[in-house]
């Protein structure tokens, strides 16, 4: 065991992975691995195409029935899309498109309750449906710090 690396214990595609990643002696300014940025100029081109995303999905949602276009919001499109990119990116670096993504995110839920949320409304529909919110998680306070 003396003198091995420990990167001789690896799995055969791990270290072929490892290898790639040592060569590469330039990356694209929009290179990803699995959907997560590499870089700040990748960071923010995925920010805005999830922002775009939101928009679209926004408005189909407007064409069902409120309660459910309300439940596919909380369940699946607004958050739930973004969890594993938050955790892994250093998403918290460009905040401005995370509250671009929530201001979209606030709009959706209005056009969806058909009223109007002031500041402290919406920070109250962030809290879970058993403390009195909607469960409606923000992006600014989702994203790793």
């Known amino acids: ?14 270290r072929l992975l490892l290898a790639s ?8 300014v929009d290179a990803t691995l699995l959907g997560n940025p590499l870089s700040i100029p990748a960071l923010d081109l995925v920010l805005a195409a999830k922002t775009r995303d939101l928009e679209c999905f926004s408005t189909r949602l407007q064409l069902l029935t409120a309660h459910s276009a309300f439940f596919l919001l909380w369940a699946s499109i607004s958050i739930p899309r973004l969890v594993y990119f938050l955790r892994c990116a250093l998403a918290f670096v460009l905040r401005g498109w995370l509250v671009a993504y929530d201001e979209v995110l ?34 600014v306070h989702t994203a790793i710090l």
């Open 106 to 139: 606030k709009t959706a839920v209005e056009t969806i309750l058909n009223c109007s949320l002031s500041p402290e409304a919406w920070m109250q529909s962030s809290l879970p449906v058993g403390l009195g919110g909607l469960g409606i998680r923000q992006t």
């Open 1 to 14: 065991m003396r003198g091995r690396s420990i990167s001789q214990f690896w799995h055969p595609s791990a």
């Open 21 to 28: 990643l040592t060569s590469l002696s330039s990356l694209s």
